[in-house]
């Protein structure tokens, strides 16, 4: 029972939940990414290139014989999660670098003045008793 505890105080850690909705929220934007690059940007280098489907590209290794499929290496697969990889680095790239100046301002706003101790209270109220008497 002893081992169940610890592995529920380290799963409700803040930084361990943090990272979950990390990888979640990573997850479903490397999908967004790959949709876009697939749907909006590689259609239209492609018509610029000359009507290229990236998706398609391929190099045939051997023929297909009968049944056997035939053997490619599908470079446009590989083009296409390059240009994924290269968008998601730099929305990253701009995350990382947006906290960073978020928190560089946060270090540099002055610190709030601190409130006087009850020490000090105690002593500022004798001494305006004391002046009152003279």
Same mark, same amino acid.
């Given at each position: 029972?002893?081992? &169940? *505890? +610890?592995? *529920? =105080?380290? =799963? &409700?850690?803040?930084?361990?939940? !943090? &990272?979950?909705?990390?990888?979640?929220?990573?997850? =479903?934007?490397? *999908?967004? $990414?790959?949709?876009? /690059?697939? !749907?909006?940007? &590689?259609?239209? @280098?492609? /018509? @610029?290139?000359?009507?290229? !489907?990236?998706?398609? @590209?391929? /190099?045939?290794? *051997? +023929?297909?014989?009968?049944?056997?499929?035939? $053997?490619?290496?599908?470079?446009?697969s590989f083009v296409q999660t390059l240009v994924d990889f290269v968008i998601v680095a730099i929305a990253i790239f701009a995350v990382v670098k947006g906290m960073n100046s978020m928190q560089r301002r946060k270090a540099e706003a002055p610190p709030a003045p601190q409130a006087p101790s009850k020490e000090e209270l105690l002593l500022g109220e004798i001494r305006d008793i004391l002046k009152e008497r003279n």
């Open positions: 029972m002893g081992m &169940m *505890k +610890e592995f *529920k =105080a380290f =799963a &409700m850690r803040g930084n361990v939940m !943090d &990272m979950a909705v990390g990888i979640i929220i990573g997850a =479903a934007f490397g *999908k967004i $990414v790959s949709s876009f /690059v697939a !749907d909006v940007i &590689m259609p239209p @280098l492609g /018509v @610029l290139i000359g009507g290229v !489907d990236f998706s398609s @590209l391929s /190099v045939t290794l *051997k +023929e297909a014989v009968g049944e056997t499929a035939a $053997v490619t290496m599908n470079y446009g």
